[in-house]
């Protein structure tokens, strides 16, 4: 029973458990809220590891980063950053922010594949060598809490400026190149889910802000990948007759 109640405890507090547990209240919907709003969270940090990992094997088989923005992705991966360097410095449970760590992994490797594959080899590993030393220096404790409020306020135009960029360049191209529909989707999908998540574990109108409108602009990535689809398809079939 103490293991149980030690598992639970990741879930909900000692308040919650005592109610739905030991009084065997089940109807208690602030509880059920929170129990609810955590396995979600927490099955959202676990998804998020394989999140972006369609958009990074697409880019590898394909040996291009054809259509994907590079500073759409330097944008995002700026917004991801903050976000994570704001709720760890709120102490925010890892549950309501966690996949932004392996998001921001996974979108680093993806804009070190564009600069690499785009001729920019140094240029790559000099990305990856200063991102790490940014995401130290913002996670350290050495950079004031009021400033990192700041970056998360900038985080809403940031993400919105980034994707907007990549619609900008899937509008030109007419197709969206190699841009993962899976990934887009998980990413549209995942933020939406965050809207609720947000509101119930840290009730930060900011942190909640961002979700909302992180869900519209990768919703419309998203409309993108369905309304370009034929196009996308016929490109690529272009490139390989090409090839």
Same mark, same amino acid.
């Given at each position: 029973?103490?293991?149980?109640?030690?598992?639970?405890? $990741?879930?909900?507090?000692?308040?919650?458990?005592?109610?739905?547990?030991?009084?065997?209240?089940?109807?208690?919907?602030?509880?059920?809220?929170?129990?609810?709003?955590?396995?979600? +969270?927490?099955?959202?940090?676990? *998804?998020?590891?394989?999140?972006? *990992?369609?958009?990074?094997?697409?880019?590898?088989?394909?040996? /291009?980063?054809?259509?994907? !923005?590079?500073?759409?992705?330097?944008?995002?991966?700026?917004?991801?950053?903050?976000? =994570?360097?704001?709720?760890?410095?709120?102490? &925010?449970?890892?549950?309501?922010? +966690?996949?932004?760590?392996?998001?921001?992994?996974?979108? @680093?490797?993806?804009?070190?594949?564009?600069?690499?594959?785009?001729?920019?080899?140094?240029? /790559?590993?000099?990305?990856?060598?200063?991102?790490?030393? =940014?995401?130290? $220096?913002?996670?350290?404790?050495?950079?004031?809490?009021?400033?990192?409020?700041?970056?998360?306020?900038?985080?809403?135009?940031?993400? =919105? %400026?980034?994707?907007?960029?990549?619609?900008?360049?899937?509008?030109? !191209?007419?197709?969206?190149?190699? *841009?993962?529909?899976?990934?887009? &989707?998980?990413? &549209?999908?995942?933020?939406?889910?965050? =809207?609720?998540?947000?509101?119930?574990?840290?009730?930060?109108?900011?942190?909640?802000?961002?979700? @909302?409108?992180?869900?519209?602009? !990768?919703?419309?990535?998203?409309?993108?990948?369905?309304?370009?689809?034929?196009? %996308?398809?016929?490109?690529?079939?272009?490139?390989?007759?090409?090839?």
């Amino acid at each position: 029973m103490e293991a149980f109640k030690s598992l639970m405890s $990741l879930f909900i507090p000692d308040h919650c458990y005592d109610e739905l547990f030991v009084n065997l209240n089940f109807l208690h919907i602030p509880c059920l809220s929170i129990l609810f709003s955590k396995g979600i +969270g927490y099955t959202m940090v676990v *998804l998020s590891i394989f999140v972006k *990992l369609p958009q990074i094997m697409k880019i590898i088989r394909a040996q /291009s980063a054809e259509g994907i !923005n590079f500073m759409s992705c330097l944008m995002e991966i700026s917004a991801i950053s903050f976000t =994570v360097s704001y709720s760890y410095a709120s102490n &925010f449970p890892f549950s309501a922010w +966690g996949e932004g760590v392996f998001l921001g992994i996974q979108s @680093v490797i993806t804009g070190y594949l564009v600069l690499k594959l785009n001729g920019y080899k140094l240029a /790559s590993v000099l990305y990856v060598v200063s991102y790490s030393i =940014v995401m130290y $220096l913002l996670c350290s404790g050495i950079v004031p809490y009021e400033f990192l409020i700041t970056l998360q306020g900038a985080t809403i135009p940031t993400i =919105v %400026t980034a994707r907007l960029s990549q619609a900008w360049t899937n509008l030109k !191209n007419q197709n969206t190149g190699q *841009l993962s529909a899976v990934t887009c &989707f998980m990413l &549209f999908g995942g933020a939406l889910v965050r =809207v609720f998540t947000a509101y119930i574990e840290t009730g930060d109108f900011l942190f909640i802000l961002t979700y @909302v409108l992180s869900a519209t602009v !990768n919703g419309l990535i998203a409309g993108q990948i369905v309304w370009y689809w034929a196009e %996308t398809a016929r490109a690529e079939l272009t490139k390989d007759k090409r090839a």
